[in-house]
Protein backbone atom coordinates (compact mmCIF):
# COMPACT_ATOMS: atom_id res chain seq x y z
CA UNK A 1 0.00 0.00 0.00
CA UNK A 2 1.27 3.45 -0.70
CA UNK A 3 1.75 6.25 1.73
CA UNK A 4 -0.69 8.94 1.23
CA UNK A 5 0.81 12.89 1.03
CA UNK A 6 1.54 15.57 -1.16
CA UNK A 7 3.87 13.56 -3.85
CA UNK A 8 2.26 11.31 -6.26
CA UNK A 9 4.00 7.85 -5.28
CA UNK A 10 4.80 5.63 -8.26
CA UNK A 11 6.54 2.55 -6.83
CA UNK A 12 8.87 1.30 -4.03
CA UNK A 13 12.82 1.90 -4.52
CA UNK A 14 13.42 -0.43 -1.46
CA UNK A 15 12.98 -0.85 2.28
CA UNK A 16 14.51 -1.83 5.71
CA UNK A 17 13.49 -3.04 9.28
CA UNK A 18 12.57 0.92 9.81
CA UNK A 19 10.87 2.00 6.62
CA UNK A 20 10.64 2.45 3.46
CA UNK A 21 12.11 4.20 0.27
CA UNK A 22 9.73 6.16 -2.66
CA UNK A 23 10.32 7.24 -5.48
CA UNK A 24 7.12 9.92 -6.32
CA UNK A 25 6.65 13.14 -8.17
CA UNK A 26 5.94 16.25 -6.38
CA UNK A 27 3.31 19.32 -7.07
CA UNK A 28 5.65 21.17 -9.70
CA UNK A 29 6.19 17.69 -11.71
CA UNK A 30 9.50 17.02 -10.23
CA UNK A 31 10.98 13.71 -9.73
CA UNK A 32 12.23 13.42 -5.74
CA UNK A 33 12.90 9.96 -3.87
CA UNK A 34 11.23 10.00 -0.44
CA UNK A 35 12.26 8.39 3.09
CA UNK A 36 9.44 7.48 4.90
CA UNK A 37 10.03 6.32 8.75
CA UNK A 38 7.44 3.80 10.00
CA UNK A 39 4.83 5.08 12.12
CA UNK A 40 5.58 2.39 14.71
CA UNK A 41 9.52 3.07 14.75
CA UNK A 42 8.81 6.90 15.20
CA UNK A 43 7.12 5.98 18.32
CA UNK A 44 9.75 4.10 19.30
CA UNK A 45 12.09 5.79 21.89
CA UNK A 46 15.49 7.68 19.98
CA UNK A 47 14.68 7.03 16.40
CA UNK A 48 12.60 9.98 15.59
CA UNK A 49 15.46 12.01 16.75
CA UNK A 50 18.07 9.98 14.66
CA UNK A 51 16.20 9.87 11.81
CA UNK A 52 15.80 13.79 11.34
CA UNK A 53 19.47 14.09 12.47
CA UNK A 54 20.94 11.86 10.28
CA UNK A 55 19.31 13.80 7.18
CA UNK A 56 20.97 17.19 8.78
CA UNK A 57 24.51 15.52 8.84
CA UNK A 58 24.01 13.85 5.20
CA UNK A 59 23.15 17.57 4.25
CA UNK A 60 26.10 19.19 6.16
CA UNK A 61 28.88 16.17 5.24
CA UNK A 62 31.78 16.47 2.81
CA UNK A 63 29.65 15.01 0.33
CA UNK A 64 26.43 16.61 0.82
CA UNK A 65 23.05 15.39 0.22
CA UNK A 66 20.63 18.13 0.77
CA UNK A 67 16.95 17.74 1.38
CA UNK A 68 14.41 19.39 -0.46
CA UNK A 69 11.31 18.82 1.99
CA UNK A 70 10.75 17.03 5.07
CA UNK A 71 8.31 16.73 8.47
CA UNK A 72 9.86 15.20 11.28
CA UNK A 73 6.91 15.77 13.80
CA UNK A 74 4.52 14.12 11.67
CA UNK A 75 3.09 10.23 12.96
CA UNK A 76 5.43 8.62 10.07
CA UNK A 77 8.47 11.18 9.99
CA UNK A 78 9.34 12.02 5.97
CA UNK A 79 11.98 13.26 3.99
CA UNK A 80 12.13 14.05 0.03
CA UNK A 81 15.53 15.03 -1.93
CA UNK A 82 15.58 15.97 -5.75
CA UNK A 83 16.57 13.33 -8.14
CA UNK A 84 18.78 15.35 -9.39
CA UNK A 85 21.14 14.51 -6.11
CA UNK A 86 20.41 10.73 -6.24
CA UNK A 87 19.52 8.23 -3.89
CA UNK A 88 19.08 10.52 -0.76
CA UNK A 89 16.23 8.29 0.43
CA UNK A 90 18.35 4.90 0.58
CA UNK A 91 21.72 6.68 1.76
CA UNK A 92 19.38 7.91 4.81
CA UNK A 93 18.13 4.72 5.75
CA UNK A 94 22.12 3.38 5.49
CA UNK A 95 23.45 6.27 7.49
CA UNK A 96 20.65 4.89 10.33
CA UNK A 97 23.18 2.16 10.30
CA UNK A 98 20.36 -0.39 9.25
CA UNK A 99 19.86 -3.31 6.44
CA UNK A 100 18.54 -1.79 3.51
CA UNK A 101 16.94 -4.19 0.53
CA UNK A 102 16.37 -2.59 -2.79
CA UNK A 103 13.81 -3.16 -4.83
CA UNK A 104 14.15 -5.55 -7.95
CA UNK A 105 15.20 -3.56 -10.82
CA UNK A 106 14.59 -5.98 -13.13
CA UNK A 107 11.53 -4.35 -15.04
CA UNK A 108 11.47 -1.00 -13.56
CA UNK A 109 8.08 0.39 -13.57
CA UNK A 110 7.78 3.64 -15.09
CA UNK A 111 5.46 7.57 -14.00
CA UNK A 112 3.31 8.92 -16.24
CA UNK A 113 4.47 12.87 -16.62
CA UNK A 114 2.26 15.01 -14.20
CA UNK A 115 -0.60 17.26 -15.60
CA UNK A 116 0.28 20.98 -16.76
CA UNK A 117 -1.05 22.56 -13.82
CA UNK A 118 0.92 25.68 -12.80
CA UNK A 119 3.55 25.65 -10.59
CA UNK A 120 3.08 26.19 -6.95
CA UNK A 121 5.21 28.58 -4.58
CA UNK A 122 4.62 26.37 -1.61
CA UNK A 123 6.38 23.75 -0.47
CA UNK A 124 4.17 20.22 -0.24
CA UNK A 125 4.40 20.11 3.73
CA UNK A 126 0.51 20.21 4.17
CA UNK A 127 0.07 15.97 4.18
CA UNK A 128 3.25 13.83 5.20
CA UNK A 129 2.93 10.45 4.00
CA UNK A 130 2.10 7.52 6.14
CA UNK A 131 3.59 4.48 6.16
CA UNK A 132 1.14 1.72 6.73
CA UNK A 133 3.02 -1.59 6.30
CA UNK A 134 6.14 -2.61 7.32
CA UNK A 135 9.13 -3.14 4.97
CA UNK A 136 9.92 -4.38 2.58
CA UNK A 137 6.19 -4.87 0.81
CA UNK A 138 5.93 -5.73 -2.31
CA UNK A 139 5.93 -2.67 -5.18
CA UNK A 140 2.73 -1.10 -6.10
CA UNK A 141 1.19 -1.37 -9.57
CA UNK A 142 3.28 0.94 -12.06
CA UNK A 143 1.48 3.75 -13.57
CA UNK A 144 2.20 3.33 -17.20
CA UNK A 145 3.18 6.06 -20.28
CA UNK A 146 6.19 7.49 -19.10
CA UNK A 147 9.74 6.91 -18.87
CA UNK A 148 11.57 4.93 -16.51
CA UNK A 149 12.30 6.49 -13.31
CA UNK A 150 15.72 8.16 -13.02
CA UNK A 151 16.63 7.03 -9.32
CA UNK A 152 15.56 2.98 -9.96
CA UNK A 153 19.03 2.01 -10.35
CA UNK A 154 20.52 2.03 -6.43
CA UNK A 155 23.47 3.42 -5.17
CA UNK A 156 26.55 1.84 -3.18
CA UNK A 157 26.28 2.73 0.25
CA UNK A 158 27.48 6.25 1.27
CA UNK A 159 30.87 6.69 2.38
CA UNK A 160 31.41 7.40 5.97
CA UNK A 161 34.53 8.20 7.92
CA UNK A 162 36.52 6.63 10.68
CA UNK A 163 37.28 7.94 13.73
CA UNK A 164 40.20 8.93 15.89
CA UNK A 165 42.69 6.69 17.17
CA UNK A 166 41.75 7.69 20.75
CA UNK A 167 39.35 4.68 22.15
CA UNK A 168 36.11 6.61 23.82
CA UNK A 169 34.08 5.18 26.84
CA UNK A 170 31.25 3.54 26.37
CA UNK A 171 27.50 3.26 26.84
CA UNK A 172 24.93 0.41 26.14
CA UNK A 173 22.47 1.27 23.49
CA UNK A 174 18.98 2.25 23.30
CA UNK A 175 15.89 0.65 22.93
CA UNK A 176 15.52 -0.06 19.03
CA UNK A 177 12.68 -1.99 16.68
CA UNK A 178 12.12 -5.70 16.27
CA UNK A 179 15.04 -6.83 13.72
CA UNK A 180 17.12 -3.79 13.36
CA UNK A 181 20.85 -4.88 14.21
CA UNK A 182 23.76 -3.35 13.96
CA UNK A 183 27.61 -4.93 14.26
CA UNK A 184 29.59 -4.50 17.55
CA UNK A 185 31.54 -1.36 17.51
CA UNK A 186 35.08 -0.71 17.62
CA UNK A 187 37.57 2.35 16.91
CA UNK A 188 40.23 1.02 14.53
CA UNK A 189 43.74 3.45 13.83
CA UNK A 190 42.01 5.08 10.82
CA UNK A 191 45.71 4.98 8.08
CA UNK A 192 46.67 7.54 5.62
CA UNK A 193 49.46 7.39 3.13
CA UNK A 194 52.29 9.81 3.37
CA UNK A 195 52.09 12.92 1.68
CA UNK A 196 54.85 13.55 -1.41
CA UNK A 197 56.37 17.07 -1.85
CA UNK A 198 56.43 17.26 -5.49
CA UNK A 199 59.30 19.15 -4.83
CA UNK A 200 61.43 17.59 -3.61
CA UNK A 201 64.37 15.33 -5.17
CA UNK A 202 67.08 12.97 -4.59
CA UNK A 203 69.35 15.48 -6.75
CA UNK A 204 71.33 18.28 -5.63
CA UNK A 205 70.17 21.19 -7.99
CA UNK A 206 72.74 23.39 -6.20
CA UNK A 207 76.34 22.97 -5.42
CA UNK A 208 78.27 24.61 -3.50
CA UNK A 209 81.19 26.61 -3.61
CA UNK A 210 84.96 25.47 -2.84
CA UNK A 211 85.50 27.13 0.70
CA UNK A 212 87.99 29.46 1.22
CA UNK A 213 91.34 28.74 2.69
CA UNK A 214 91.35 29.01 6.16
CA UNK A 215 94.14 30.59 7.99
CA UNK A 216 94.62 28.00 10.71
CA UNK A 217 97.93 29.19 12.52
CA UNK A 218 97.60 32.60 15.12
CA UNK A 219 93.74 32.26 14.81
CA UNK A 220 93.15 28.82 16.22
CA UNK A 221 95.02 29.50 18.80
CA UNK A 222 93.28 33.16 19.91
CA UNK A 223 90.07 31.14 19.51
CA UNK A 224 90.83 28.44 21.80
CA UNK A 225 91.86 31.34 24.21
CA UNK A 226 88.84 33.36 23.71
CA UNK A 227 86.95 29.77 24.27
CA UNK A 228 88.41 28.96 27.93
CA UNK A 229 88.08 32.80 29.51
CA UNK A 230 84.31 32.71 28.21
CA UNK A 231 83.85 29.11 29.62
CA UNK A 232 85.35 30.18 33.15
CA UNK A 233 83.24 33.39 33.51
CA UNK A 234 80.14 31.67 32.49
CA UNK A 235 80.82 28.79 35.16
CA UNK A 236 81.68 31.47 37.74
CA UNK A 237 78.10 33.46 36.96
CA UNK A 238 75.81 30.24 37.21
CA UNK A 239 77.92 29.19 40.21
CA UNK A 240 77.37 32.59 42.47
CA UNK A 241 74.07 34.52 42.90
CA UNK A 242 74.13 37.74 44.43
CA UNK A 243 74.26 36.19 48.16
CA UNK A 244 77.25 34.09 46.81
CA UNK A 245 74.74 30.63 46.94
CA UNK A 246 73.90 28.00 43.83
CA UNK A 247 71.04 29.56 41.79
CA UNK A 248 68.26 27.45 41.74
CA UNK A 249 67.85 26.54 37.97
CA UNK A 250 64.16 25.27 38.21
CA UNK A 251 62.56 28.39 38.60
CA UNK A 252 64.82 30.50 36.34
CA UNK A 253 63.07 28.09 33.49
CA UNK A 254 60.62 29.39 31.33
CA UNK A 255 56.98 27.85 32.16
CA UNK A 256 56.11 24.34 30.62
CA UNK A 257 53.31 25.00 27.93
CA UNK A 258 50.53 22.96 28.29
CA UNK A 259 50.77 19.56 26.53
CA UNK A 260 49.01 18.80 23.04
CA UNK A 261 47.71 16.32 20.98
CA UNK A 262 51.21 14.18 20.69
CA UNK A 263 50.48 13.57 17.11
CA UNK A 264 48.61 15.51 14.45
CA UNK A 265 44.67 14.38 13.91
CA UNK A 266 43.99 11.90 11.43
CA UNK A 267 41.57 14.01 10.00
CA UNK A 268 41.50 17.65 11.30
CA UNK A 269 37.95 19.88 10.63
CA UNK A 270 37.66 21.60 7.78
CA UNK A 271 38.96 25.30 8.12
CA UNK A 272 37.78 27.76 8.36
CA UNK A 273 34.55 27.52 10.38
CA UNK A 274 31.34 28.49 8.66
CA UNK A 275 29.55 31.43 9.84
CA UNK A 276 26.33 29.90 11.96
CA UNK A 277 25.53 29.62 15.49
CA UNK A 278 24.50 27.38 18.35
CA UNK A 279 21.72 25.06 17.50
CA UNK A 280 18.35 25.91 19.09
CA UNK A 281 16.79 22.95 18.98
CA UNK A 282 19.88 20.93 20.80
CA UNK A 283 17.40 19.64 23.98
CA UNK A 284 18.83 20.35 27.34
CA UNK A 285 18.69 18.06 30.39
CA UNK A 286 15.68 19.12 33.00
CA UNK A 287 14.52 17.83 36.04
CA UNK A 288 12.91 14.53 34.54
CA UNK A 289 16.33 13.06 33.05
CA UNK A 290 18.59 10.76 35.57
CA UNK A 291 22.09 12.70 35.48
CA UNK A 292 24.50 13.59 37.73
CA UNK A 293 26.26 16.59 38.45
CA UNK A 294 30.26 15.87 39.21
CA UNK A 295 31.11 19.11 40.82
CA UNK A 296 34.84 18.62 41.91
CA UNK A 297 36.26 16.57 39.19
CA UNK A 298 40.46 17.71 39.85
CA UNK A 299 41.92 20.10 37.55
CA UNK A 300 38.72 20.98 35.81
CA UNK A 301 37.00 24.11 38.24
CA UNK A 302 33.53 23.51 36.71
CA UNK A 303 30.80 20.93 37.47
CA UNK A 304 30.24 18.72 34.52
CA UNK A 305 26.82 16.72 34.30
CA UNK A 306 26.22 13.76 32.66
CA UNK A 307 23.92 10.89 32.20
CA UNK A 308 23.36 8.93 35.66
CA UNK A 309 25.38 5.47 34.97
CA UNK A 310 28.38 7.68 33.62
CA UNK A 311 31.42 8.10 35.29
CA UNK A 312 34.42 10.43 34.14
CA UNK A 313 37.76 8.82 34.66
CA UNK A 314 41.11 11.00 34.96
CA UNK A 315 43.18 10.20 31.75
CA UNK A 316 45.82 12.66 32.34
CA UNK A 317 47.11 15.66 34.00
CA UNK A 318 49.85 17.87 33.67
CA UNK A 319 50.37 21.84 34.44
CA UNK A 320 47.68 23.83 32.51
CA UNK A 321 46.69 20.06 31.53
CA UNK A 322 43.79 17.67 32.56
CA UNK A 323 42.05 15.29 30.42
CA UNK A 324 39.34 13.03 31.34
CA UNK A 325 37.38 9.94 30.03
CA UNK A 326 33.62 10.18 30.19
CA UNK A 327 31.19 7.56 28.85
CA UNK A 328 29.13 4.36 29.59
CA UNK A 329 30.04 0.48 29.68
CA UNK A 330 27.91 -2.47 29.16
CA UNK A 331 29.54 -5.47 27.33
CA UNK A 332 28.01 -6.38 24.73
CA UNK A 333 25.94 -3.52 23.77
CA UNK A 334 27.04 -0.28 22.18
CA UNK A 335 29.53 2.21 23.07
CA UNK A 336 29.12 6.07 23.91
CA UNK A 337 31.33 8.56 25.27
CA UNK A 338 34.43 10.18 24.71
CA UNK A 339 37.05 12.70 25.85
CA UNK A 340 37.22 16.19 28.01
CA UNK A 341 40.03 18.31 27.48
CA UNK A 342 40.80 21.26 29.33
CA UNK A 343 44.08 23.64 28.43
CA UNK A 344 45.73 26.87 29.05
CA UNK A 345 45.96 29.06 26.52
CA UNK A 346 49.00 30.93 26.38
CA UNK A 347 48.65 34.38 26.13
CA UNK A 348 47.49 36.23 23.60
CA UNK A 349 44.67 34.01 23.52
CA UNK A 350 43.89 35.23 20.04
CA UNK A 351 42.06 33.66 16.89
CA UNK A 352 45.30 33.24 15.28
CA UNK A 353 46.35 31.17 18.55
CA UNK A 354 43.07 29.33 18.86
CA UNK A 355 42.97 28.63 15.48
CA UNK A 356 46.11 26.92 15.83
CA UNK A 357 45.40 24.60 18.53
CA UNK A 358 41.75 23.89 17.31
CA UNK A 359 43.81 22.24 13.89
CA UNK A 360 45.57 20.40 16.19
CA UNK A 361 42.23 18.71 17.33
CA UNK A 362 41.19 15.13 15.49
CA UNK A 363 37.69 16.25 14.31
CA UNK A 364 37.25 13.66 11.72
CA UNK A 365 37.39 15.63 8.57
CA UNK A 366 34.27 17.79 9.61
CA UNK A 367 33.45 21.34 8.62
CA UNK A 368 33.59 23.48 11.68
CA UNK A 369 31.13 25.94 12.53
CA UNK A 370 31.36 28.81 14.21
CA UNK A 371 29.32 29.30 17.12
CA UNK A 372 29.85 32.34 18.72
CA UNK A 373 33.34 34.41 19.00
CA UNK A 374 35.66 31.68 20.69
CA UNK A 375 34.08 28.71 20.01
CA UNK A 376 33.55 26.17 17.26
CA UNK A 377 31.52 22.65 16.92
CA UNK A 378 30.86 19.89 13.83
CA UNK A 379 29.20 16.79 14.11
CA UNK A 380 29.71 13.94 11.95
CA UNK A 381 28.50 10.37 10.69
CA UNK A 382 31.42 7.67 11.37
CA UNK A 383 31.51 4.33 10.07
CA UNK A 384 32.89 2.15 12.78
CA UNK A 385 33.15 -2.11 11.86
CA UNK A 386 29.66 -1.28 9.72
CA UNK A 387 27.78 0.47 12.27
CA UNK A 388 26.74 4.18 11.63
CA UNK A 389 27.52 5.99 14.78
CA UNK A 390 26.83 9.91 15.42
CA UNK A 391 29.90 11.93 16.42
CA UNK A 392 30.16 15.20 18.28
CA UNK A 393 33.24 17.70 18.81
CA UNK A 394 33.37 21.09 20.59
CA UNK A 395 36.36 23.37 20.76
CA UNK A 396 35.63 26.28 22.59
CA UNK A 397 37.84 28.90 24.41
CA UNK A 398 36.69 30.86 27.46
CA UNK A 399 37.50 32.78 30.95
CA UNK A 400 38.69 30.87 33.14
CA UNK A 401 41.03 32.83 35.92
CA UNK A 402 40.48 35.80 37.63
CA UNK A 403 41.65 38.34 35.10
CA UNK A 404 38.54 37.71 33.30
CA UNK A 405 40.58 36.94 30.02
CA UNK A 406 39.74 34.76 27.63
CA UNK A 407 42.55 31.76 28.42
CA UNK A 408 41.54 28.43 28.54
CA UNK A 409 40.82 25.54 26.06
CA UNK A 410 38.08 23.54 26.32
CA UNK A 411 37.46 20.28 24.07
CA UNK A 412 35.01 18.08 24.14
CA UNK A 413 35.00 14.60 21.39
CA UNK A 414 31.70 12.01 22.02
CA UNK A 415 30.35 9.15 20.23
CA UNK A 416 27.42 6.85 20.04
CA UNK A 417 25.02 5.62 18.48
CA UNK A 418 22.33 7.00 15.86
CA UNK A 419 19.61 6.84 18.68
CA UNK A 420 21.62 8.80 20.91
CA UNK A 421 22.73 12.02 19.61
CA UNK A 422 20.30 13.75 21.60
CA UNK A 423 22.18 12.67 24.48
CA UNK A 424 25.65 13.66 23.77
CA UNK A 425 24.11 17.43 22.62
CA UNK A 426 22.63 18.02 25.73
CA UNK A 427 26.19 17.53 27.37
CA UNK A 428 27.68 20.07 25.20
CA UNK A 429 24.95 22.63 25.65
CA UNK A 430 24.96 22.22 29.49
CA UNK A 431 29.14 22.77 29.74
CA UNK A 432 28.37 26.12 26.97
CA UNK A 433 25.87 27.52 29.34
CA UNK A 434 28.42 26.53 32.34
CA UNK A 435 31.31 28.06 31.01
CA UNK A 436 29.44 30.76 28.48
CA UNK A 437 31.54 30.58 25.36
Known amino acids: MQPEGP ?21 QGRFVTVAVLDATVAATAGWR ?8 LLAQS ?22 EVGPGAEKLFRALGVDYTPAPTSAPPTSAPPSSAPPSSAPPFSAPPAVSAPPVSAPPQPVSGGPPAPWAVQAAPIPSQLVSASPHPVSGAPTSPAGVTSAPPAFPMPT ?4 GDAFSSPTRRIAPSAPKPQRTGLWIGIAALVLVVLAGAGA ?19 PVPPPMPATPPQSPG ?39 DWNCTIAGQAEGFVKYNCGRAASGESTMGGELIVRNCPQPCDERRQTAMRMAEEAWGTRWI ?42 LRLTGPMQEANQLRRIATYLRDVLVF
Not at 8 to 27: C, M, N, Q, Y
Not at 63 to 80: E, H, I, K, Q
Not at 391 to 401: E, T
Open 192 to 195: SGPG
Open 370 to 411: RSGQSATFGEALLNVDGEQRHGLVVVAYYRGGPDGVVDRQIV
Open 62 to 83: ADPTPYTYADFSAAAPWVAYAA
Open 49 to 56: EAFSGAAD
Open 270 to 308: TEPPQGGKWPAQWPTFTERDNVRTLANLEGLGFPVKVPL
Open 7 to 27: YRFTHALGGSPVGKAWAAIDE
Open 236 to 254: LAFMRGSDDKPTDVATSSS
